[in-house]
C-alpha cells in the first residue's frame, strides 16, 4: 500500500524556516517524480513544486522560487521541503504527494502538515 | 501560467440525478505528438487529501466507481457523475499538467439537494 506521511508542521514567525518531511513507503521511491502542493484554509489547492528521480530537476511556484528548496533521498526514501523566509500567505495545509508518471497527474496525497506564520 | 477556471462554484444535486462540473483553461492542454489532454479531476472530501479520480482527461482512476467520468478536449472540460450518491458530496478540483507551474481551478462543492 503507497504511503506517504509528512512530518516537520508547526507554528513559526514570520521570516523564519522550516523544514517539511515526506516518508515514503509501498512503493520503489526512486522511480517517481514527486511534488508539494499547498491549500491554504478554506482555500484551493496551489501547486509548489517538484522534483525529478534523482534530484537534479526542480521547479517552482514563483511564490515560491528562491525560499522554499526541495530535495530527496532516494536511499531513505524521503522527501523534503525546505522553506525559509516564511510569510504570512505561506500559512497552509502541505501535501506530500507523488507523481502518477508520464505526465504529472497526482496519484496519491498524504494527510498533509499545516503550517502557520504568525507572529 | 494557464489559468484553470471551474464552473460553478458551488451545485446542489439530488440524489439519483447527473452532476455536472466543468473546467475551463485559458490555453490548450492538448499534446499533439501524443493526443493527449494534460488534465485531470480530483475529489476532496472535509478534513481529507483530495484524490484523484480522472487523469489524461477521461481516464477513470483505478477503483473509482464508473458513474465517474470525465470529457472535452483542448481548453474545455467536463466532469459528469452520471447518478448522485451521498458518498459523492465533496468539493471537486480540476488541473492541469500541460506545463508548469500546474494550475488547479478554485473548486466546486458539491452537495445534495
Known amino acids: 500500500e503507497v504511503q506517504l506521511v509528512e512530518s516537520g508542521g508547526g507554528l513559526v514567525q514570520p521570516g523564519g524556516s522550516l523544514r517539511l518531511s515526506c516518508a515514503a513507503s509501498?512503493?520503489?521511491?526512486?522511480?517517481?517524480?514527486m511534488h508539494w502542493v499547498r491549500q491554504a484554509p478554506g482555500k484551493g489547492l496551489v501547486w509548489v513544486s517538484h522534483?525529478?528521480?534523482?534530484?537534479?530537476?526542480?521547479t517552482y511556484a514563483d511564490s515560491v522560487e528562491g525560499r522554499f528548496t526541495i530535495s530527496r533521498d532516494n536511499a531513505r526514501n524521503a522527501l523534503y521541503l525546505q522553506m525559509d523566509s516564511l510569510r504570512g500567505e505561506d500559512t497552509a495545509v502541505y501535501y506530500c504527494?507523488?507523481?502518477?508518471?508520464?505526465?504529472?497527474?497526482?496519484?496519491?496525497w498524504g494527510q498533509g502538515a499545516l503550517i502557520s506564520v504568525s507572529s | 501560467d494557464i489559468v484553470m477556471t471551474q464552473s460553478p462554484d458551488s451545485l446542489a444535486v439530488s440524489l439519483g440525478e447527473r452532476a455536472t462540473i466543468n473546467c475551463k483553461s485559458s490555453?490548450?492542454?492538448?499534446?499533439?505528438?501524443?493526443?493527449?489532454?494534460?488534465l485531470a479531476w480530483y475529489q476532496q472530501k472535509p478534513g481529507q487529501p483530495p484524490k484523484l479520480i480522472i487523469y489524461?482527461?477521461?481516464a477513470r482512476e483505478s477503483g473509482v466507481p464508473d458513474r465517474f467520468s470525465g470529457s472535452g478536449s483542448g481548453t474545455d472540460f467536463t466532469l459528469t457523475i452520471s447518478s448522485l450518491q451521498a458518498d459523492d458530496v465533496a468539493v471537486y478540483h480540476c488541473?492541469?499538467?500541460?506545463?508548469?507551474?500546474?494550475?488547479f481551478g478554485q473548486g466546486t462543492k458539491l452537495e445534495i439537494k
Open positions: 490555453q490548450s492542454l492538448l499534446y499533439n505528438s501524443n493526443n493527449k489532454n494534460y
Open positions: 509501498g512503493f520503489t521511491f526512486g522511480d517517481y517524480w
Open positions: 488541473q492541469q499538467y500541460f506545463t508548469v507551474p500546474h494550475t
Open positions: 522534483i525529478n528521480t534523482d534530484g537534479k530537476i526542480t
Open positions: 489524461w482527461a477521461s
Open positions: 504527494v507523488r507523481d502518477g508518471g508520464l505526465g504529472g497527474h497526482l496519484d496519491y
